[in-house]
């Protein structure tokens, strides 16, 4: 604890003494001289003394450099002619009506004036100069209430110049001397002019002036100057207890405050106290302040009271404070800004080896009021705090309170781990940042935890960033497993409403168009979100309808709708993120919609819980909600396939009828099993699926999905997942579970037993196909057999041949026979047929070909099947095995008109 002092005699040592308040003290003799007693000054709050009012300096020679000096009564004038001056001075102080001015060539010009002599240099009157003036005096300097400094530049220490570096233009001060520099009076440099304090201990209670310039103090025992710099100052060496104390007012606006000390020592002890006042406001022309109060990051400890301001009051943006050292100690007094009354504010840095972030007032080491952190960001100031692991701290940041703001932004910069025990709430313009692991480049066994029940909530996915490492690559909030992300990958997962942005996926196995594909790959067109649609009120007589109020991320939600974040689940691109939109329709229902997005590691699903809750005054009726995309796109491709169906012990079960239900899509980007694919799932009961043309996402929510085409060709569209929700009294909640999961299409069957898994669906039974052919009559019975399962007229078929929207008049009424015109037509092929089928009945190699144009799947040459002329359909019998063409096996799900125009991309 810093005390007050003051100097006595000590006749048992014949010197003067710096004791405690509580000290006993004895005068020397009468005769002792004031100023003998003045040159015993040790201290910054030492006693004052009174000298002769006719005191100039003494002894005065000029060792390099050409200077005059003449006395006129109490006035003195030195006349420097050369850029540098050294002046020796068997004593250098002021009398309190005297002055001394400096005349020199320019405004960098610089007099070194050194005290040779045992006194200390007492400063009452006034000394003036247009360039710069340095005072070194081992004995200390002390600027009494009535001194008046005007200069360019001053330099006063009690460490010793080396002089030729001082002649070279290097300042580099070293010495043992423990005597103090003290300034009580009003000491003023010229605008961009620099003032310097250095010693071992400095203290200010009056004013110093240093607009556009530079107020610089280095507490320590070799310290090096740099007025040109971008280092103006270091403290190279320790001086034992060192001290840099301000308890009046220091002013650079426009420019820097630099107070920097160092003690020697394993003990802790501090070495800066400011309870005054320090300034370094943004000028007018922009010029933004800056305020330093550094301390060594050992055993240093600075205490941080009174007022640091580096605000922007009249234009401009805010400039930047930092307080440094091994234990940093905030007053809950202290006023810290940085703020701008027109432009952004600026920022303070916190920077200890640990700190504890608690509710109250702090009285230990390295704490931090929870409140003074509130009360400077919302007062416009940013604050990061940040640690330097030291000793036995290891470099932590507990957050044991919560924390408010509205505005700025809070920064955790942790040399080791982040542990939040105190919720942590972030609204309006608010945000935060966590960077963590600081101590290696890779941040390898550090993390940020949440713990006991604390939660983080920000207002929009742009309010977060972390970074883990010191060469880490700085991140938004991204949902990004390696196998599926949300966003480009920079950007934030979700908007400014808290929706999914566009959905993408890993894909390093898939070949498609003799290509291997090795990257991220888009699953909506252009850079379009998942889309969220909700509706009230209107007619709400059946389960689907578009009536009533509507709103939707593609055309927007009403004005007033607002969204925020709860992201303590989320941890480096996995967890669980929770959104809440709140949206006021015009009839007055107010709704909140919140969606729970998972993404965890090593899964290829997203799940999604969405609750939609009354937070209005009145109730709200024929509540509805879809999910799903405006414009669908696959990988590599604006016209996949999509099919309806629902998860099953047996996996995905495409429908097999129009009026089902239908709580699964599968979208694919081709039709053989290669390219990537989608599976777009709820689990909640009364879920529905539909699907249209693009590019609204109004076109699929506005059809009803137990008319929607339970498969989809080739085609441009878009989908969605429909349910109807209850009708909500006020406070009343309900919601729908879904997912969205993809992956290359290889991976599908694996990708859906995941998706089964989590939701609870069991999972399809693996079955294992042996490597064997099927015998010709076999295959032939079997295909007339699953033909003839159904012989109604007009006929229908079964739903493995063709979908059910197809109708065949050339077959109404008959029964499938292999050798009957009509039916199938047997064609059969040897293995190592190949060609392209023409129509003719043979093909280059000499082989069986296809008769009437058909072509033969899988059998060599182009797979485009069409209609027998003659028949229904061919099956193809290759090498003894049945291959049915694709439009047979409903592998495309297209209609029969569709199907040449979606495999040669023609205008449907």
Not at 36 to 44: D, H, W
Not at 422 to 449: I, V, W
Not at 546 to 571: C, H, M, R, W
Request: glycine share 12%; hydrophobic share 40%; aromatic share 6%.
């Amino acid at each position: 604890m810093n005390r007050f002092y003051r100097v006595v005699w000590n006749a048992s040592k014949g010197v003067w003494q710096a004791v405690t308040e509580l000290g006993k003290g004895q005068g020397k003799t009468k005769g002792m001289r004031a100023l003998r007693r003045a040159a015993a000054v040790t201290l910054g709050l030492a006693s004052l003394s009174v000298m002769a009012a006719d005191v100039l300096p003494t002894g005065g020679n000029v060792v390099a450099g050409n200077a005059a000096i003449s006395q006129s009564g109490s006035a003195m004038t030195i006349n420097q002619t050369t850029n540098k001056a050294v002046i020796d001075w068997q004593s250098f102080s002021v009398g309190q009506n005297n002055s001394v001015t400096f005349i020199q060539p320019t405004a960098t010009s610089v007099a070194l004036n050194r005290v040779l002599g045992t006194d200390v240099s007492l400063i009452q009157g006034r000394i003036s100069a247009n360039g710069i003036v340095a005072i070194e005096n081992p004995n200390g300097i002390l600027f009494t209430q009535t001194a008046q400094v005007n200069v360019g530049g001053l330099i006063a220490s009690t460490l010793k110049f080396s002089l030729p570096d001082f002649m070279n233009g290097e300042y580099k001060l070293a010495g043992a001397s423990s005597n103090a520099i003290v300034n009580q009076g009003n000491i003023t440099v010229a605008n961009g002019g620099t003032a310097a304090f250095v010693a071992a201990k400095i203290s200010n209670t009056g004013n110093v002036t240093a607009n556009g310039g530079n107020v610089l103090m280095g507490a320590g025992s070799v310290v090096t100057l740099d007025l040109g710099g971008p280092v103006k100052l270091e403290v190279k060496q320790a001086a034992i207890d060192a001290l840099i104390e301000n308890g009046g007012a220091i002013k650079a606006d426009g420019g820097l405050v630099y107070l920097r000390a160092h003690a020697a020592g394993e003990l802790a002890t501090t070495v800066i106290n400011n309870t005054g006042v320090i300034e370094a406001h943004t000028l007018a022309t922009g010029e933004k302040g800056q305020i330093y109060l550094i301390g060594d990051m050992q055993n240093d400890r600075i205490a941080v009271g009174g007022k640091l301001d580096a605000s922007a009051p009249v234009g401009g943006d805010g400039g930047f404070i930092e307080t440094s050292a091994a234990d940093v100690a905030v007053a809950d007094n202290a006023h810290v800004t940085a703020a701008s009354a027109q432009g952004k504010g600026g920022a303070w840095l916190i920077d200890p080896s640990n700190i504890t972030i608690q509710a109250g007032s702090c009285t230990g080491t390295n704490c931090l009021s929870a409140g003074t952190i509130e009360t400077t960001l919302n007062g416009g100031t940013d604050v990061a705090i940040a640690t330097v692991a030291a000793g036995s701290e290891a470099g932590d940041i507990n957050v044991n309170a919560p924390i408010s703001w509205n505005k700025n932004k809070l920064s955790l910069i942790a040399h080791n781990n982040i542990n939040i025990n105190g919720t942590l709430t972030a609204t309006g313009t608010g945000s935060l940042a966590f960077a963590y692991g600081q101590a290696t480049a890779d941040g390898a066994g550090s993390s940020y935890n949440v713990n006991n029940g604390a939660k983080i909530y920000i207002p929009s996915g742009g309010a977060f960033r972390w970074l883990k490492g010191s060469e880490g690559t700085v991140k938004n909030l991204v949902l990004d497993n390696g196998l599926l992300r949300f966003g480009n990958g920079t950007q934030t997962s979700l908007d400014s409403l808290g929706q999914l942005e566009q959905p993408f996926y890993f894909d390093d196995v898939s070949i498609v168009n003799g290509q291997q594909r090795n990257g991220w790959y888009k699953l909506t067109f252009s850079n379009y979100p998942l889309d969220l649609q909700l509706a009230t009120g209107g007619d709400g007589t059946s389960s689907w309808n578009v009536n009533g109020q509507i709103a939707n991320t593609q055309d927007g939600f009403p004005q007033g709708t607002t969204s925020s974040l709860e992201i303590s689940g989320y941890k480096e691109g996995v967890g669980s993120i929770a959104s809440n939109l709140r949206i006021a329709f015009a009839d007055g229902e107010v709704l909140n919609v919140a969606n729970t997005y998972t993404l965890n590691a090593g899964q290829s699903f997203l799940k999604t819980d969405t609750t939609v809750t009354n937070v209005g005054t009145i109730a709200a009726s024929n509540v509805r909600l879809w999910v799903g995309t405006r414009d669908d796109f696959v990988a590599g491709t604006d016209q996949p396939f999509k099919y309806k169906g629902n998860l099953t012990s047996n996996g995905f079960e495409q429908l097999t009828s129009q009026n089902e239900q239908s709580k699964a899509l599968k979208i694919t980007e081709l039709n053989d099993g290669q390219g990537a694919a989608i599976l777009f799932y709820s689990t909640s009961p009364g879920a529905d699926t539909s699907v249209n043309y693009c590019c609204s996402f109004e076109n699929a929510t506005g059809t009803d999905p137990r008319s929607s085409p339970i498969t989809e060709p080739a085609r441009d569209g878009s989908y969605a997942l429909f349910m109807r929700l209850a009708n909500l009294g006020v406070g009343q909640s309900d919601g729908m579970t879904w997912y969205y999961a993809a992956g290359p299409a290889a991976r599908l069957d694996s990708i859906v037993g995941q998706v089964s898994a989590s939701a609870g669906t069991p999972p399809a039974p693996i079955v294992v196909v042996p490597n064997t052919t099927t015998p010709v009559i076999t295959a032939i019975a079997s295909a007339q057999n699953t033909v003839n399962t159904n012989t109604a007229t007009p006929a229908t078929v079964n739903s493995n041949i063709l979908p059910p929207p197809f109708v065949a008049p050339e077959i109404a009424g008959k029964t499938m026979n292999v050798d009957t015109s009509g039916g199938l037509r047997l064609v059969s092929l040897d293995t190592g047929t190949s060609g392209t089928p023409g129509n003719g009945n043979s093909n280059a190699n000499g082989g069986s070909g296809a008769a009437d144009g058909a072509s033969v799947p899988n059998a060599g040459g182009t797979n485009q099947a069409g209609l027998d002329p003659s028949g229904f359909m061919k099956v193809f019998v290759v090498g003894g095995g049945v291959s049915l063409p694709d439009v047979a096996m409903n592998n495309q799900g297209v209609q029969i008109e569709d199907l040449n125009k979606a495999q040669k991309g023609a205008p449907r």
